[in-house]
């Protein structure tokens, strides 16, 4: 079965820090990855997404950046981290596009900068 | 553009009662489809159901339900004989066909109450 490891839990860090939050995704092969976030009462806002090793699109300007390394890996960086930049960060796996597939999420990340 | 609207922000209901939460959509393509995720305390997002828009059955899943009203762009969620465990935000999501990319609403909270 397939499963998704979302890494750390929580994470505390102070303004101007870097950031590396990663997503490795177990049992399937060539998965779609995305990194949404989700601000306090608000929805969920899809930062990035990749349908390929090396192929990163992103969704939103800011201060982060995507990259995946190998197939099932997907890491979420900042250089250095602003105020705003605080919320719950998800990361999500499918296979195939259209819909055809369902998100499957990871637990997230509780990201707060101080 | 494609949006996806959560009138409701919060809701509340009574064990073994009925709820329906709303959510109304917008987009240019002809198929796509539609999901409803539920995000209970612990922040995991859990697939409830899916529509695909080319059919005109209205999905179900155990106690969950749509109401799918393709004219009106229209995506209802009912469930029934509420239980605790129900107690979550409630996302509406939008994948039109052939993109990778899943658009969310903002959600509804729904409190079941004893």
């Keep these: 079965s397939q499963t998704i490891h979302q890494w750390p839990a929580t994470l505390v860090q102070p303004v101007g820090s870097p950031l590396s939050l990663e997503c490795t995704v177990e049992g399937t092969s060539n998965p779609n990855l995305y990194w949404y976030r989700q601000a306090a009462g608000r929805g969920l806002q899809l930062l990035f ?24 890996q997907f890491i979420l960086s900042s250089k250095k981290l602003l105020l705003s930049d605080s919320g719950f960060y998800l990361c999500a796996w499918s296979v195939g596009a259209g819909g055809n597939s369902p998100l499957h999420f990871g637990n997230g990340t509780r990201l707060t900068v101080t | 553009a494609q ?3 959560q009138s409701q922000p919060e809701m509340s209901v009574q064990e073994a009662e009925t709820v329906t939460l709303s959510c109304t959509y917008d ?26 828009a ?4 209205n999905a179900t899943e ?11 762009k229209s995506f209802s969620l009912k469930i029934s004989d509420s239980q605790l465990g129900d107690t979550a935000m409630y996302f509406c ?4 066909y052939n993109t990778d990319k899943l658009i969310f ?10």
Excluded at chain 2, 93 to 96: G, H, K, S, T
Excluded at chain 2, 105 to 114: A, D, H, I, K, N
Aim: proline share 7%; no cysteine; glycine share 4%.
């Design chain 2, 105 to 114: 609403g903002t959600g509804t909270r729904l409190q079941v109450f004893p």
């Design chain 1, 49 to 72: 997404y990749s349908v390929g090793i090396g192929q990163i699109s992103s969704e939103v300007p800011q201060n982060l950046s995507a990259s995946r390394p190998q197939d099932r």
């Design chain 2, 27 to 52: 987009t240019s393509e002809n198929n796509y489809y539609l999901f409803w995720y539920k995000q209970p305390p612990s922040r995991q997002m859990i697939l409830v159901i899916r529509q695909e």
């Design chain 2, 3 to 5: 949006t996806v609207t």
């Design chain 2, 62 to 72: 155990n106690r969950f339900s749509v109401n799918f009203q393709k004219a009106a």
């Design chain 2, 54 to 57: 080319y059919k005109q059955q």
């Design chain 2, 93 to 96: 999501a939008l994948n039109p």
